[in-house]
């Protein structure tokens, strides 16, 4: 740490300007004694965060996905003069900004190069150094981010070195969330090696760089559950025919796969789109799905006999009854929000 510092203080020196590098959240690591210093420097330093509007240009210029150093321009509103940034990275990461004050325009491009052998060396130690619990939890957020975003080895890696994890570790999601795990944007969790005969949305643990697969499959069978679907049990592996519904094609409607789905659809009153999943889903068993309508029998009947003259579906018989329920599943995974 100490020979950071030293450089910082070297660098300076040789440019007579004011130096600071700081974390990727803007938090001051080292900084010279010397050097004028402006509104925001003297900020960054003494209370630790910059202010909004400094803050906020650091994003509109792009600076976190800059390769090379940057001189920002003057920010009269919020004291903040001309400088020269260099983001620092750690391989394809970034893990904070060297910043040289630079008002008076001294500094030419062609005197940066000891700023990117110092920004190079701050970012190797900030990249090695032990993370707060802090610290840590956002380089988690930003890996796991980053594997949702889809296959991703060298995440995986990190994030098996960050967390101390096995190199065979394996992950399930939870969808919505559940205690002891990730928090993922969406309501989502994950859960590292979960213990055998554990249940979750994702179904069978997946390699932990293939998170996001993991998160799909999660993220579809709520989508099964809130369309209706009897699951065995609430996770991918007893998707069973709901894996055709779920991986259809967008082309493909319902009333393609049986005309009945759309006339049904078409009723002014849901009752009878209704009571058709209900008696589908039960295998036209009349008993159990009038007991799960809350209807006598009687009505069930006059309902199953209309049911048949506007679809020519007799449910409690085997012509046509596949197709239409496959419809009916297939309209109401479309009308559920992902």
């Given at each position: ?9 070297a660098?300076?020196?040789v440019?007579?300007?004011?130096v600071?590098v ?10 010279s ?8 420097r003297m900020?960054?330093i ?16 792009g600076?976190?996905d ?26 394809r990461?970034l893990?904070g900004?060297?910043?040289?004050l ?5 500094v ?9 052998a ?19 939890r ?7 981010a ?17 967390e101390?994890?096995?190199p065979t ?8 969330a ?9 309501g ?20 932990l ?21 009897r699951?065995?049990s ?7 025919e ?8 967008p ?10 789905a ?13 009571t ?37 579906v007799?449910?409690?018989l085997a ?9 009916l ?10």
């Amino acid at each position: 740490m100490a020979d950071i510092q030293q450089q910082v203080e070297a660098l300076a020196g040789v440019l007579g300007c004011a130096v600071l590098v700081e974390d990727q959240r803007h938090r001051p690591l080292w900084w010279s004694a010397q050097g004028k210093v402006d509104d925001v420097r003297m900020r960054s330093i003494l209370q630790r965060e910059p202010p909004p509007g400094a803050a906020a240009l650091v994003t509109r210029l792009g600076l976190p996905d800059a390769r090379d150093p940057v001189r920002t321009p003057a920010l009269p509103d919020v004291d903040m003069a001309e400088r020269w940034c260099v983001p620092l990275r750690h391989g394809r990461d970034l893990v904070g900004y060297l910043w040289v004050l630079d008002a008076d325009g001294r500094v030419a491009e062609s005197d940066l190069g000891p700023v990117v052998a110092c920004a190079a060396t701050a970012a190797d130690v900030i990249a090695r150094r032990e993370p707060s619990e802090e610290d840590r939890r956002h380089r988690r957020d930003h890996l796991l981010a980053r594997l949702v975003a889809g296959p991703d080895e060298d995440a995986a890696a990190e994030l098996r070195e960050l967390e101390r994890l096995s190199p065979t570790a394996r992950v399930a999601v939870a969808w919505p969330a559940e205690p002891a795990g990730w928090v993922l944007p969406g309501g989502g969790s994950v859960h590292v090696d979960p213990q055998p005969g554990s249940t979750f949305a994702s179904g069978t643990p997946l390699p932990l760089a293939d998170l996001s697969l993991a998160v799909q499959r999660a993220r579809t069978t709520a989508r099964a559950l809130r369309a209706g679907a009897r699951l065995a049990s609430p996770t991918w592996d007893a998707l069973g025919e709901w894996h055709l519904v779920a991986g259809a094609p967008p082309d493909l409607e319902p009333g393609l796969i049986h005309r009945g789905a759309e006339v049904l659809a078409a009723q002014k009153r849901p009752e009878l789109l209704e009571t058709a999943r209900c008696v589908l889903d039960n295998g036209g068993d009349v008993t159990v799905s009038a007991e799960q309508l809350h209807i006598h029998r009687t009505t069930l009947y006059y309902r199953l006999d209309r049911i048949e003259e506007l679809t020519g579906v007799n449910l409690r018989l085997a012509a046509g009854r596949d197709a239409l329920q496959m419809a009916l599943h297939l309209a109401a995974y479309r009308a559920v929000a992902d």
